[in-house]
Structures are given as structure tokens and as C-alpha cells.
């Protein structure tokens, strides 16, 4: 499985599933173009961050399958420089109305279970 050196989705996953094999990467294009490439059998990350790397991707190479049962809370880090962004983030955030929520987890579509690569011949994922 890829995942990205240090990110935080690898140590959740190693920590719960010791046995997984993970193939370390320096981030989510890499892993997926693995993925696609045949050279690991799929990849992790957070699933904002997947959608739109897939997106980028050629049509078709990789689908998204699933999601892991490892959740933890999204966090925006901000350096001590742009502290005073803080409360403007946070307003930002707050006034996400509940329709507009609503169209973010519609872009994000249907839930399945796990990355893999889509041969060419549309043949059995490997």
C-alpha cells in the first residue's frame, strides 16, 4: 500500500494494521501513479485529498474504492507569522453554509472501499 512518508494516514494505518506492507512515498500523486503504474496495490490519504489528486489523474487509471474505518480530525496549521489569520479562518469556516456542505460531500461522491489500479482491458483490478 502507498502511502506518503509521514503523513499522518500511514502512521494511523501502521499503528492499526501492523501486517500491511506500506510502500513510502513523497506524496499522493506518487502514490497513485504507483497505484496505476501496478508497482503497489493501492493507496492512502485523506479523501479530500484523493479526489482531487485523482481527478488530475488520465480518466480511468485509478478509482476510488473505499474508505479505511482510521479517522482523525482535519486541522489547518498556521505559522506564527499569519497567527492573526486564525480568527478569519475560523469565520471562513462557520459561515460554510449547510447547503454548500451539502455540495462538498456531493463532489466527493460514493464511498467504496480502497484505491486500485483499472488495467487498460478493464480486465479484474489488480
Known amino acids: 500500500m502507498a502511502a506518503g512518508k509521514n503523513y499522518s494516514a500511514y502512521h494511523l494505518l501502521k499503528a492499526r494494521y501492523p501486517v500491511i506492507e506500506f510502500v513510502l512515498v513523497g506524496n499522493t500523486r506518487e502514490a497513485l501513479e504507483r497505484v496505476a503504474a501496478g508497482t503497489a496495490y493501492a493507496a492512502v490519504d485523506i479523501l479530500p485529498t484523493l479526489h482531487q489528486q485523482i481527478e488530475q489523474l488520465p480518466a480511468g487509471s485509478v ?12 486541522q489547518v496549521m498556521v505559522g506564527r507569522q499569519q497567527a492573526r489569520l486564525i480568527p478569519l479562518i475560523n469565520r471562513a469556516i462557520a459561515a460554510i453554509t449547510p447547503e454548500e456542505r451539502a455540495a462538498i460531500h456531493k463532489r466527493l461522491g460514493p464511498l467504496e472501499r480502497q484505491i486500485w489500479r483499472i488495467p487498460p482491458d478493464g480486465s479484474k483490478a489488480l
Open 63 to 74: 478509482k476510488l474504492a473505499g474508505v479505511t474505518d482510521v479517522e482523525f480530525p482535519l
